[in-house]
Structures are given as C-alpha cells and as structure tokens.
C-alpha cells in the first residue's frame, strides 16, 4: 500500500528510517532522477559518517557553466533562460570538484560524453553493461532502494501515475526482485513539469511504496539546446537516410547527427527533387541502390531514446506506421491482407481463420476484440483497429519546445508513442514465444543507426572508450540493436561516425588499421557511414572490406592506411588506390553541398533552437577562436587578421561577454580577435 507525503524531507527521513543499513540507491538516466530528493538524501548521508550510501544511476547531467571566463559570461544570461530553476545534483557537483566523502559512492553506467573523462573517481566506479542488462545488474550491486520521478494527473476523479521519461528499467527492477523475493524500497517523487506519457509509462497507484507531492519537486526540466548540424553531419545524415526503406523501422540518436537524419527524410519525402540533386552531389559513383522515394506507408520509430528528431518526423507525417500489440494483427496488416484504417465485412471470419478467435467468440475473445476495436462495447463492428502505437520509446531528453509539445498534445497523439521498458526496446527476444513474434513483425525492414568514434579497417567499431580504457560514455544499447539488425531478415545495422576529428596536434583519421578497444565485433560488421560515403562491409572478404574502408576515409590519410593493410598482408602489395577515391577532403565536401546550405535546403538547426541570432553569432565566433588557441599558427594568421582589419563588435556582444571595459594586453586580444572572428 502507497504511503502519501507531502514533504521531501519526510521522505528522506523515511527512506533513513527503513533502509537500518547501507543505502544502495538506483536512479533513472537522464531527466527522470528526482533530483531536489537526491539532493536531500545525499546531504543528509553526507553529514552523518555512520551511514553509508551507493548511487547507481548513469548519465547525471549538470547545466553548462562554461571552462573560460569569455563561456562563463555568455553562458549565464543563456543558463537562466534555458535551465530556470533547474538544481543540479549535488553529487555531481562534489564528484567534480572536492570530491565524495568517504561514506558515499556514486556507480555509472553511462557518462555524458566526455564528462569524465579525466576524473579518476568516476572512472573507477563505472560500470561497463548493456543497457538491455542494467536491471539485473542492480539487482547484483545489492540495491534497495530506487527512485524516479513521476508525473500524475486526475481523470474523473482517479489519481493515475506515469513514469514519463523513464519507463525504461523501473517495471523490471521491481519484477526481478519479487521474483527474488528481496526487499525493495520504491519512492515515486510527483514533478509537475513531467509530461504524463501513456502505453507502458502508465503504472497501477499502487506500484510505489511512497509517493511524494512536495512542490519543491516541481522544476524545470533539463533541456540541453539543439547543437548546430555541419556540412559533415549532414553529408552522413544524407547518406543514412537513403537507406531507409518505406513502411520500415527507424532508430536515431540524439544530436546534431539524428537531426541531419531527420532533415534529410523530410527533405526525402516532401523535396524529392532537390533530395535527389543534393544525395548527386556527395554520390560520385551514383545513387544505385539507394531509396530516394517519399514515404507512401511512413515508419515506425522503435528506440530507446525517444528524441526530438522522431517527434519532429512525426509532425512531418514520416513517423505514422502504426504497429499492434498482437503479432498475427500485425502479420495480416504486414501481408497486406488486413487494413487497420478500413476493416473488412468478414474480419471475424479472417481472424478465426488464422486461429486468434472462435466463431461465435467467447467471452474472452469480445474483450480481445473490443481491445482493439474490432467489436465495441455493444458487440457492433468496428471500422478501423484502435491502439496502434507509431514510436516507441525507453525514455526521452530534447530541448525545451520538446517537452512543451509532449505537455501540450492531445491525448489521441499522446497514445500513438508508446514509452515501455527498455527489455522490450533493445532486445529482440521476448519473456514468451509471442513477444519474441511480435517484436519481429512489428519491427519490419529495421534500421538501426548508432554513432560510433573509431571503426577499424578489419570492421570492429569502438563507440565507448578510448584505447587507455578510459570511458568516453557507455554502450548503452548499442550492442544489442547491432545484433538485432543481424538477427531480423531484413534489417540493417548502421553505425556513422565522422572521418576524422581535430587533437591539439591537428586532424586524425577515425578509421583506422586497429584500436585497442571494441564496442562492436568485427563478425557483426554491417553499413559504416562516414560523410564521405556508403560501405557495405557485412559478409566481405577483408581484402573487400578494407577497400570499402578505406573509399570512405578522409584523403589525407588514406595512403598510410594503404600501406598498413599491404603490411598485415590485407591488401595485395600491387593494388593501387583509385583517383577517384582522393578526392575526400573537407573542402571538396563543402563546395558539394554550400550551394544547398545557401537555398535553405540544408539549415543550421533544422528543427528550430534556443538561441537568439545574436547569440548563434557570437557562439560561431567563440568556436573559431577555440579552435585556434589549439593550433598556434592558426591563431598567429587569425590575430594579425584580425588587428590588420581593426574591427569593432557591436557594444552589446562586448558586455554579454565581460569585453565592455577590457584592459591589460589579454583582454584587449581577446576582444580583438573576437571582433575579427564574428
């Protein structure tokens, strides 16, 4: 039975007075950490030596605060418009600055990229598993306690509670344990800014052991702004979604990347035209075997992460394949032999036929009918099928016009996205034979596209952490939708990743001839997009698949990773590179697609941004700057530039970067170079 509080503190007190031992507490990822709870708890373990609390969790996230004072001042006006009210996590802001006290742990699974990098503590405790196994593994690490963040609402006078962003490990931890027969605390915290999601999301009043409505748990949601899409990020995006295949499923990330995809498809299905002449230009040896028509049947988004590009897709009209929670439902819509806008006179005799009802139906068979509205409640029949899903999603982040959409669309659009547990999501076997059928009709010529760091000329992909084993951010599901796109027949695993990327020493190659770690298996090797093109690399030979490889390799590197196949004996000593294959540059690339960008076709922030102009100028400005201080002739050709053409920033510019009143040398270069750069 739920114990009703209205106090935070209540709660911890709660939680101190049941758990007479160690405190081992699970967390969502990302937005559904209730976080003024966290805070409370961890303060109040903090301060009392004797008591002793783990933190299982993964992607805690912290609102930007900037590294150099020029970031510091342009990012506070940003911060408090953007984040508002937003706390942060106190054990993050200690895990990045004096450290955790003795008494207190915090394990993750999955870090934002990059974050930690260089913390030695954190690196210590991650964690390293499939997200489709973190449950289980909780239940490993000793949990007993778990604590997320809710939404609720009143429907005719019931008090109903939706897991929201997060329905992804909750339901299962809770089942692992009853299975276990363990004691599990489970504390539900109501924030009123939580979209109230459906489907799987929706959970019995019953299901927490506290629920706590204090409205000092009521805050702004962390909503990190659109990042801008580049040349490169929209030349991978092109080529991505002319795989894609029409009455398909779809998986993306978050990210400049999943918006260059989103784009693209839209660009796809409402352009086709321009797509094709844009698709032209970056496909020297032609568009065979690529999909360049709209999408008469749409998708259907199936993805742990529920982002910003889906929705997007699907107020474009792309994302609308509707699926159906019964497998043979959905092999007769499949085959074409059952339409779910236009139900035939004879679909009683259709479904008794495949075996899913008698004739006349029982008293169970009418509830399975009327539950997809095949029959109403009076025993009529009905016209079309209802409780179709078109995404489904494990939890969700975006932008803040992200979450107010999700608030503010009706509950008939709301029911189409279905949020469900992440067993369901990333694994293709089910709890029973049924599940595992349904997943494979639903998910119908899938693609599932994951970003990746390096992939090796031999097919293996490193997505998580560096060679040192230091941990970039996690596998999260990665692994799992790679195996899925070998399992099902006719799906496609992708994994994009950028040619090169800028060290303080200049430009690397990410393909390489090895890397001393792996993410992915070379044996699951699939579809590699780099901006410069296509490599279908599954079932090749190596010599076959080194080549593809190195076709899609920046120019400036291909010739050593020439001579380190032929050295390993992967290349014959005589092969030659192709000319035509030498032309991958950043340059060339640019002047493909300029033309695009200058039309509209191919815009900065396709899907709109928190930032006003004035700020996407200055942001354009910092980032060259940046850039520079990381090559010193650079930043030499860059300052006498900019002194030799003595230009001014507009006084506005200077005062939201503290360069109003600049004196001394430093400040008056900075304040230099910035004017030049804008």
Known sequence: MTTHLHSLDAAVEAVLARIEGPIVLGLPLGIGKPNPFVNRLYQAVKADPSRKLTILTALSLEVPSGKSELEQHFLAPLVERVFKDYPDLDYVKDLRGAGLPPNIEVREFFFKTGDYLKNGLAQQQYISTNYTFVARDMLGQGLNVIAQAVAEREVDGERQISLSSNPDVVQEVVERYEEADKPLLTIGVVNRQMPFMLGGAVVKPGFFDILCDDPAATHTLFAPPNAKVSTADYAIGLHA????????????????????????????????????????????????????????????????????????????????????????????????????????????????????????????????????????????????????????????????????????????????????????????????????????????????????????????????????????????????????????????????????????????????????????????????????????????????????????????????????????????????????????????LDDRLHPFTEQGLLPGFPFGTDLTPDELRIVAALRKMKKATQHPVELVTMALKSFWENKEAPPAYLHRLGLDEAQGFKALFIRKLFAGNL
């Not at 800028?502 to 590699?528: E, F, K, M, Q």
């Open 241 to 588: 979604s002319s795989l894609v295949v029409d009455g398909g499923t779809l998986q993306i990330g978050i990210g400049s990347l999943g918006d260059a995809i989103g784009q693209a498809l839209v660009l796809r299905d409402r352009r086709g035209a321009d797509y094709r002449r844009i698709l032209e230009s970056i496909c020297p040896d032609g568009l065979a075997g690529r999909e360049l028509g709209g999408f008469k049947q749409g998708l259907y988004g199936c993805s742990e992460m529920f982002v910003n590009g889906f929705l997007a897709l699907m107020e474009a009209g792309i994302i609308r394949r509707q699926v159906y929670g019964d497998s043979t439902l959905q092999s007769l819509i499949n085959e074409g032999r059952l339409n779910p806008e236009a139900l035939p006179a004879n679909v009683l005799e259709l479904l008794a036929e495949e075996g899913c009802i008698n004739l006349p139906p029982t008293e169970k068979d009418r509830t399975w009918l009327q539950r997809f509205g095949i029959l109403d409640a009076a025993g009529r029949l009905g016209t079309r099928l209802k409780g179709g899903v078109c995404m489904t999603g494990g939890f969700f982040i975006g932008p803040g016009a992200f979450y107010e959409r999700l608030r503010t669309m009706s509950e008939e659009e709301r029911a189409r996205i279905d949020m469900t547990r992440i067993d369901f999501i990333n694994q293709l076997y089910g709890k029973s034979a049924e599940e595992t059928q349904l997943k494979r009709v639903q998910r119908v010529k899938a693609r599932f596209m994951n970003t990746t760091m390096k992939v090796t000329l031999l097919g293996a992909a490193a997505s998580d952490a560096l060679e040192s084993g230091a941990v970039v951010s996690g596998v999260g599901g990665q692994y799992n939708f790679v195996a899925m796109g070998h399992a099902l027949p006719d799906a496609r695993s992708i994994l994009m990743l950028r040619a090169t990327h800028d060290t303080a020493d200049g430009p690397v190659s990410n393909i390489v001839w090895s890397y001393g770690h792996t993410t992915i298996p070379r044996h699951l090797r699939d579809i590699v997009i780099t901006e410069y093109g296509v490599a279908d690399i599954r079932g090749l030979s190596d010599q076959d698949m080194v080549k593809r490889l190195i076709a899609i390799a920046d120019s400036r590197f291909q010739p050593e990773l020439v001579k380190a196949a032929k050295a390993h004996g992967k290349l014959d000593a005589g092969w030659e590179l192709p000319e035509a294959w030498t032309h991958n540059t950043p340059q060339e």
